[in-house]
Structure formats: structure tokens, C-alpha cells
């Protein structure tokens, strides 16, 4: 089946530090990865996406890369800032399956302090 | 352009009480999703709709739970009678064909306590 597979948190660091946040994925087809962002109070936002192998999301300084052989989509940025505090769900589309019929992980909380 | 649109935000309810909770998608969005948010499930997916048709409804709990959507632009939740367990965060999130893999528009939640 289909799932996906985030680190725990909760994620603490200080401005400036770099953040990993590990994702790996079972999936039956040839899925398309996405990263979504929650931030507090809010709903989840689309962050970035890759919809093929070695394909790499980038946005608002965060990257993921599509690695088929380790089947991860592991979110990085060099930089956090105190307004990257919010919840990170890593997600994937089966393309064989309906548009839009997403898989989530767990949620990771991140939490930025000046 | 307005997002989904999700009411209530918050809805503080009794045991066997009756819950609605509502939704307008993104109009020209074909696809509406309701989602559940609970710390210890994360996100499920209860139901979604093509077309105003509902497709899969597997993810949805129990008997106690209906979703309609009588026309492209509204949509219902509803949970009867309620039980403290439903205690969530519901999300409806609408999705268009011609957009990008993937990409839903969530709407702010509906954050229900069942007492």
C-alpha cells in the first residue's frame, strides 16, 4: 500500500541553524512527493513538490529531493528563521489513484527560538 | 480569491448532540475533500467528492458520520449523534484537475470538542 514515514518530533533549533526533516515512502506506483506546512491556526499549505526521480522542490528556501533508491523526500533548509515554526507533513500521490487522494505522514512540529 | 471556506471554527457540543459542519470549496474546484486531524491519528482522510459525487467514503468512521455536497459550491460534514471521541480538528480541501499534482487548498479547520 501506500504510506508515508516522517521523524518524530518535536524539532527545536535556533534561528540560523539548519534543519532536516527525514521522509520516506512506501508506495504501490510511481508517486509524485509533496511537503506541506501548517502554521498555527491554519490550514496545510502546499510548501513544494517533486513529481519525478531526482527532481528537486525548492521554495522560500527549502529543498526536497525525489530519491527513488532510498524512496525519501527529506526536507532541508540552511537557514531557520523564527517564522518556519509551524508543522512539516510530508505527503504522496499515488498517480494511479485519484488526483488529489494524499497520503500524509505524521507531522513533524518545529519550533524556531530567536 | 477566496479560499475554502470552512464554519464553523470552533464548535464546543455534547455528547449526542447533532454536529454540521460546513463547507464552500475554491470555486471551478471538481474534487472536495474532508480530512480529520487527532494527535494520536494525524491526518485521515474521510471522504471525497468528484463532481459533487461522492467516490471513496471508506475513511469514514462509523454510520454516525454523512457527508453530502448538493451542489458545486457547499458541502457538509455531519456526525450524529456525537460522541466524545470525534473530538478533532475537520478540514474540507478542494483541488481542480488542471492544477498541479497534488496541490489542495485547505481550508482554516472546524475544530470540534465533544464533551
Known amino acids: 500500500g501506500n504510506s508515508v514515514t516522517q521523524m518524530e518530533g518535536p524539532v527545536t533549533l535556533s534561528e540560523e541553524a539548519f534543519l532536516t526533516i527525514n521522509c520516506t515512502y512506501t508506495?504501490?506506483?510511481?508517486?509524485?512527493l509533496f511537503w506541506y506546512v501548517q502554521y498555527p491556526g491554519e490550514g496545510l499549505q502546499l510548501l513544494l513538490k517533486a513529481t519525478k526521480a531526482d527532481d528537486k522542490g525548492s521554495n522560500k528556501g527549502f529543498e526536497a529531493t525525489y530519491r527513488k533508491e532510498t524512496t525519501s523526500f527529506h526536507l532541508e533548509k540552511g537557514s531557520v528563521q523564527v517564522s518556519d515554526s509551524a508543522v512539516y507533513f510530508c505527503?504522496?500521490?499515488?498517480?494511479?489513484?485519484?488526483?488529489?487522494?494524499?497520503?500524509f505522514g505524521r507531522g513533524t512540529q518545529l519550533t524556531v527560538w530567536p | 480569491d477566496a479560499g475554502v471556506i470552512q464554519s464553523p471554527r470552533h464548535e464546543v457540543t455534547e455528547m449526542g448532540q447533532e454536529v454540521t459542519l460546513r463547507c464552500k470549496p475554491i470555486s471551478g474546484h471538481d474534487y472536495l475533500f474532508w480530512y480529520r486531524q487527532t494527535m494520536m491519528r494525524g491526518l485521515e482522510l474521510l471522504i471525497y467528492f468528484n463532481n459533487n459525487v461522492p467516490i471513496d467514503d471508506s475513511g469514514m468512521p462509523e454510520d454516525r458520520f454523512s457527508a453530502k455536497m448538493p451542489n458545486a459550491s457547499f458541502s457538509t460534514l455531519k456526525i450524529q449523534p456525537s460522541e466524545p471521541r470525534d473530538s478533532a480538528v475537520y478540514f474540507c480541501?478542494?483541488?481542480?484537475?488542471?492544477?498541479?499534482?497534488?496541490?489542495?487548498?485547505f481550508g482554516e479547520g472546524s475544530r470540534l470538542t465533544v464533551l
Open positions: 480541501a478542494s483541488t481542480e484537475r488542471g492544477q498541479g499534482a497534488g496541490e489542495l487548498f
Open positions: 505527503a504522496l500521490e499515488d498517480r494511479g489513484s485519484t488526483l488529489g487522494r494524499l497520503y
Open positions: 508506495a504501490t506506483g510511481y508517486p509524485s
